[in-house]
Nanobody, 123 residues
Framework: QVQLVESVGGLVQAGGSLRLSCSAS????????MGWFRQAPGKERAFVAA????????YYADSVKGRFTISRGDAKNTVYLQINGLNPDDTAVYYC????????????????WGQGTQVTVSS
């Protein structure tokens, strides 16, 4: 019912910047929130950032504040994650996801997930 397609990540040098995008195909509902999560090797999936349908509510994990920016396109099915000041700790598989209820930082509230894209930061 819902498909999310993420842009390709890749290998990036430390200190560099990267912009990820995700487009959702959602037929049965609207007004949903979207978020980004990441999973580093050997670690559990963790919250990164989230944004409401209108963009009026945003929230960031403490570890990424000041470096990451989440935004939503004019076509609200698209979400972006601008990553600045990359460091090796940012190496992870990044997932975008859809929260049908709007605004949440809780992983369990997200019902639909992209397949993930690998971001590797070289030191």
């Amino acid at each position: 019912q819902v498909q999310l397609v993420e842009s390709v990540g890749g290998l990036v040098q430390a200190g560099g910047s990267l912009r990820l995008s995700c487009s959702a195909s959602v037929v049965t509902f609207s007004g949903y929130g979207m978020g980004w999560f990441r999973q580093a090797p050997g670690k559990e999936r963790a919250f990164v950032a989230a944004i409401s349908w209108s963009g009026g509510w945003v929230y960031y994990a403490d570890s990424v504040k000041g470096r990451f920016t989440i935004s939503r396109g004019d076509a609200k099915n698209t979400v972006y994650l601008q990553i600045n000041g990359l460091n090796p700790d940012d190496t992870a598989v990044y997932y975008c996801a859809v929260d049908p209820n709007g605004d949440s930082t809780d992983l369990s509230e997200y019902d639909y997930w992209g397949q993930g894209t690998q971001v590797t930061v070289s030191s």
